[in-house]
């Protein structure tokens, strides 16, 4: 079986942590074995140390994501520290820059600031961060040619800045992850970006329970209990061990795709074969090549001093 390494995902998240047992044991049955669970506040962070305890396979990273600056504690940083002197196999995440529709209401210069703190410590435990980015892609290029190389790696997760900027994050020391956020850019547009990012340095995530691909909906895995799913869709998987194919389109009256669910339909980790699917097809090189280098680059990237990956 193909082995695949999801670079970042939040099965820590409320809407999904109940289920978390189950979505780990379906997406491991189809190849994924590592998980990079990423917190985004201080509430979620005992959450995220707990999966790592219960789960060899969970990789914890532990940060503060931009849409929660505002509400972070007068302590929050010294907080942070503490979990990483605990848990010392963390990395950093989710940090980052957010301009879009909800990051925009959270003060950016205040932003700014968490940002560099987190990747100063980043930097300072020779750890990797992974980094959300939303329309602000040339305030994180200027921020991190301030304060970089970052030798142990920064995540550019769900990666949807331009080409031209592949090879100036690339010398800075960043990895592209890729979700299923890459099948909403036009497919040239799509093709063109991933074609500079050298081989070494490219991820992919399913950043669940958010993004799900835009994949014909017979290719999915759904999270049970997810209720703006049709029953009937339901029905067809959800913890289900078999690996993703289209088998049960001719099987099924259900002939549709992800465009017409609703957009707070949760994503799944097994979804993760549906991103190296389409990515792969854009690149032009197989499944299994494309499976096989993200691998490698994950586990060399989350190789770091301390890393669950060196204690096996
Ligand atoms: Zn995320």
Redo the contacts with the bound molecule.
Sequence with gaps: MMKVFDA???LQDPRILSKTPQLIKAAQDTGVVNFAV?G?CEQDWGSVKQLSIAFPSVLPSFGL?PWYVADRSPNWFKKLKEYFDSTPSAAV??IGLDKGSHGKKIDFSEQVEVLRQQLELAKELNKPA?V?CVRAYGDLLELMKSMGPFPAGVIL??YLGSAEMVPEFSKLGAYFSFSGFIMSLKANKAKKMLRMVSSDRILL?T?AP??LPKSNINSLFFVEGDTSVAEEIHGQRTTSSSTPDSSLANSSQVVTDALMLPKETLNHPANIHNVLEYVACMLEITKEELAELSYQNAVRLFSYEGSKLLQK
């Design positions: 970042h995902c939040h990423n985004v994501h995440g989710e992974s959300h997760h769900s995530e950043d958010d993004a």
